[in-house]
């Protein structure tokens, strides 16, 4: 039995075209299709949706056909779970099949497939993400998600410790959601769960893991979920390292008073009580990417020393030599380190305000002095940079060819 209780309005992600191509695909002919999961939880409490999820009675090799025929690119994802990632117009859509998961032992469900939209609500993990709503809006709600997304109450569907057992990735998907949309104090039975069971975390892999501790960092609450997290024993099952709540607390903080947002890393590299041997482990244990390491090394072991006590023209140096976004995510670490904002104010106007200038010189003016093309090229010219760089960046192009004649005729 349905339960209908809710209408989302239009939003700009249901009316665009490439949506309506893929619904009506799917629902051609007899056939069905709603949202479902976080399009429509984030959009009833106006969250940006990311990525759009549809479910369908129809069976994957249906699904296919009919966008196939629809010239509609088609990627199957995830067949064994019933999944297909239609792309249309470039934008991905991740459609399943209504479904029960017979066995869930970790990760691999043996899945059956159905035509109840309430047999495959029941197999999600929390009420208010198993909402699904029609291409007109109209919510179907079968296990009062909607009111509890209202109260901000993350319920698991069921009972909390048996849904865990299934799938020991819902402890970190509740503290997530709890990060993000939860008020009030969490679920005592639900918390209760997942501490008791938190030794089965390290039998999940380190992709899945990754993927919920970095959305959880995203909310403006990180800190005091990931508290919570650790009185209840959570943390320590997969990073133990990751204590350090009150610097994160600072950070967060500073990132809404310097309306600085989206550097995710940074929050990471502010939880984390390690060494520098400790970031290379941790992003082997969580395969981050090489563009994430590398922020996180530059974050713990920066080539220029970032303080608070920077005068102008040390704040320039160390943005020639960090970046400016470096530069900033470390002024902000520092101050959410001492709990002092000291001179953070100024330093970070003008690590914000200055813009590296063009070095005036090129290989070619080197080669013009008579030096024969080869590594020395580079070194007179990194020679002549380090001065101009020392002098504040401030010596035009006759400058620094002055310098750079004098430079050679010691060489030559
Ligand atoms: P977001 O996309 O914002 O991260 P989401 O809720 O859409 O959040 P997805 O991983 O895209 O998360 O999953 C889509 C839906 O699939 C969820 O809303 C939920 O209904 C179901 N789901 C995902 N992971 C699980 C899980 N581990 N256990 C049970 N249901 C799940
Ligand atoms: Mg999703």
Wanted: charged residues 30%; aromatic residues 8%; proline residues 3%.
């Amino acid at each position: 039995m349905t339960v209908l209780l809710g209408k989302i309005s239009k939003q700009a992600w249901m009316v665009a075209p490439e949506t309506h191509k893929v619904m009506e695909s799917l629902m051609r002919n007899g056939g069905d299709a709603r949202f479902v999961g976080g399009c429509v939880r984030d959009a009833l409490v106006n969250r940006k949706v990311i990525d759009i999820d549809i479910a369908t009675p129809l069976k994957p090799e249906e699904v296919i056909a009919r966008l196939q025929t629809d010239k509609i690119a088609v990627v199957p994802t995830g067949l064994k779970h019933g999944t297909v990632t239609a792309v249309c117009d470039g934008r991905p859509f991740e459609i399943t099949t209504l479904r029960r998961d017979a066995a869930t032992y970790g990760r691999h469900a043996d899945v059956i497939f159905t035509d109840d939209w309430r047999v495959d609500a029941a197999r999600r993990d929390f009420t208010f993400n198993a909402l699904y709503a029609t291409l007109d809006g109209d919510v179907h709600d079968f296990f009062g998600g909607i009111e509890d997304l209202r109260i901000g109450r993350v319920a698991f569907i069921g009972d909390a410790e048996e849904r865990i057992r299934e799938d020991v990735l819902r402890i970190l998907r509740f503290f997530r959601f709890y990060a993000h949309l939860g008020r009030g104090d969490a679920d005592a039975a639900a918390l209760a769960a997942c501490e008791k069971l938190s030794d089965l975390i390290p039998r999940l892999s380190a992709e899945r893991i990754r993927t919920e501790v970095l959305k959880l960092m995203e909310s403006p609450r990180a800190a005091d979920v990931w508290q919570l997290m650790m009185e209840h024993r959570i943390v320590t099952r997969f990073l133990p390292e990751a204590t350090n709540t009150q610097r994160l607390s600072r950070l967060i903080a500073l990132e809404e008073k310097y309306q600085s947002h989206g550097f995710i890393m940074r929050r990471l590299a502010a939880v984390l009580d390690v060494t520098v041997q400790g970031i290379i482990d941790i992003s082997d244990d969580l395969r981050l990417s090489r563009e994430q390491t590398q922020q996180l090394l530059a974050l713990f072991e920066p080539s220029f020393e970032v303080t608070l006590r920077m005068d102008e023209k040390a704040t320039r140096h160390a943005v020639y030599k960090l970046g400016n976004d470096v530069v900033r995510s470390l002024l902000l670490l520092r101050a959410a380190e001492s709990g002092a904002e000291e001179n953070l104010r100024e330093i970070y106007g003008w690590a914000t305000a200055f813009r590296v200038p063009r070095f005036p010189l090129v290989g070619n003016d080197v080669l013009a002095m008579g030096i024969a093309p080869g590594p020395e090229v580079g070194r007179v010219l990194a020679d002549v940079e380090d001065w101009w760089a020392a002098q504040d960046f401030a010596p035009g192009r006759t400058k620094c060819l002055e310098r750079l004649k004098a430079l050679c005729l010691r060489k030559v």
